[in-house]
């Protein structure tokens, strides 16, 4: 099938749709059983971690080659197979043993997710005609706004009433479905020309990235082996060091590190570290403060915690005309301080605590964190030239993933040192509030980098009309 025999913008971005929506379904959902996980798998809560680093990773390493892929086999072949393995690796987390097998199995899904969400927007951006794009793209948009409101309820139902095993089992059917269509009705689509492919890039940049994250998450586990963790870490800088090294002497590096020389985007990038760490360590604490901490069932925590992702729905409408107003500079520290408190404000719940002032302050708090993403995502791209958006994008992509793996890895830290504090094996509630406030505080830290921009910085982007100025003194 040629583009021009392609199906319509619409069923060709709903297809696309059906594989978003799987990936970000389970991806949800997944957060709000850990709970009932730890019990059935009889390993500790904490020790689950490792189901999210591992998903996280695989997408931090394969993501830089799924354009490459896509060009060197064809999308339509790489789309469905990304389909297809991420079902089966949810096949395999369903039938997964122990934690070693449910890891191994998430890993793969991973790698399934690192070449199906690329290698879909790669075929709509080359087969949907430009007047045709903004409607496809609101399209697209629906799983992602829909997938985290719908994961934590739904979750916690299978949880509850089911069995954890069911979250999985819930991708077969809707990846079975885009499997087929994106047989019949994706179009096999390539670039005309395929750059050469980094191969000693991503040997180094998988290897160090794997073996630091890893070890990472290794070091905050209880009864770890911090000799082996300490080794995995030294190891993966050693190679991520070696990588720096080959980046200037390549002449397509796989991700390109020059891109840091620009100061919005290395502004947005590692302030927005900072801010990712913080939010990626909440779909691990909030469901098990309230399930752990409080007693509560998975379905009575996916109720609550589905509000986050309203509240992100809601900021969509409002973030340009707010950036328009005040410019990505104000935004970005006053929204800092805003999202930073009402993280920190978590650690005000309780057993006690009503549901609606849960609900309120987790729908505040999603609204104010989306605001900072949109900001974040949208000043990265303000000063880089067009032909070094793919470049620009790769590099993004691995610092978010690593950065929500990150968040999980110092999240699951920060428990078991509270309770190791007070010789205690058990979590309670107060380990879950410390967590929060000094994730808190994480997240503030990203103002010291939003204090170097200028007044006027993506101005051109958000339509802020500013003097420029000179950025704040050290």
Not at 116 to 140: N, Q, T
Not at 293 to 320: C, D, N, P, R
Not at 374 to 396: H, I, P, Q
Not at 399 to 421: E, K, P, T
Request: include cysteine; charged fraction near 10%.
């Amino acid at each position: 099938m040629s583009p021009a025999n392609a199906p319509s913008t619409r069923v060709l971005t709903l297809v696309v749709a059906s594989a978003l929506f799987m990936e970000s379904l389970v991806s949800t959902v997944i957060a709000t059983s850990l709970a009932a996980m730890s019990v059935d798998l009889a390993v500790d809560p904490l020790t689950l971690k490792l189901a999210f680093t591992a998903y996280f990773v695989a997408l931090a390493i394969f993501i830089p080659i799924s354009g490459w892929c896509a060009d060197r086999f064809g999308a339509k072949t790489v789309f469905a197979a990304a389909i297809a393995v991420f079902t089966l690796s949810s096949v395999g987390c369903a039938l997964a043993w122990d934690l070693h097998s449910l890891v191994a199995g998430r890993f793969c899904q991973g790698l399934g997710g690192a070449m199906m969400l690329p290698v879909g927007r790669l075929i709509l951006l080359r087969v949907i005609p430009k007047r045709e794009m903004v409607s496809a793209m609101a399209w697209l948009a629906i799983p992602t706004l829909f997938a985290p409101i719908l994961g934590p309820p739904v979750g916690g139902f299978i949880t509850t009433y089911y069995h954890w095993r069911g979250i999985f089992w819930l991708n077969v059917p809707v990846g079975l479905v885009g499997l087929a269509l994106a047989l019949t009705l994706v179009p096999q689509v390539r670039a005309d020309t395929t750059r050469p492919m980094d191969w000693p890039g991503f040997a180094l940049t998988g290897g160090g990235l794997a073996l630091a994250t890893f070890g990472f998450t290794l070091l905050g586990s209880r009864n770890a082996n911090v000799g082996l963790a300490l080794a995995m870490m030294l190891g993966g800088a050693s190679l991520l060091a070696l990588y720096a090294g080959h980046a200037r002497r390549a002449a397509h590096p796989i991700l390109d590190l020059t891109l840091l020389r620009i100061a919005s985007f290395r502004i947005a990038l590692v302030g927005g570290l900072l801010f990712r760490i913080a939010v990626g360590a909440m779909p691990f604490l909030l469901p098990l403060m309230l399930q752990v901490g409080f007693g509560m069932s998975a379905f009575e925590s996916g109720t609550l915690t589905f509000s986050s992702a309203v509240g992100a729905v809601t900021m969509k409408l409002t973030a340009a005309p707010i950036l328009r107003r005040w410019g990505f500079r104000r935004v970005l520290m006053v929204n800092a301080w805003i999202s930073s408190a009402m993280i920190a404000a978590l650690a005000l719940f309780s057993a006690t605590t009503p549901a609606a002032l849960i609900v309120s302050v987790l729908l505040v708090g999603g609204f104010f964190r989306s605001l900072q993403f949109t900001s974040l995502n949208t000043l990265g791209y303000a000063d880089v030239e067009g032909e070094r958006l793919s470049g620009a994008t790769a590099l993004v992509g691995v610092v978010q993933q690593l950065s929500l793996a990150a968040g999980v890895a110092v999240a699951a830290m920060l428990l078991d040192g509270s309770r190791r504090i007070e010789a205690r094996p058990e979590l309670l509630a107060p380990d879950f509030q410390r967590a929060f406030v000094a994730i808190g505080l994480i997240s503030l830290a990203s103002l010291l980098w939003y204090r170097a921009l200028a007044a006027d910085a993506g101005a051109e982007l958000s339509g802020h009309e500013a003097e420029p100025s000179r950025p704040d003194p050290d």
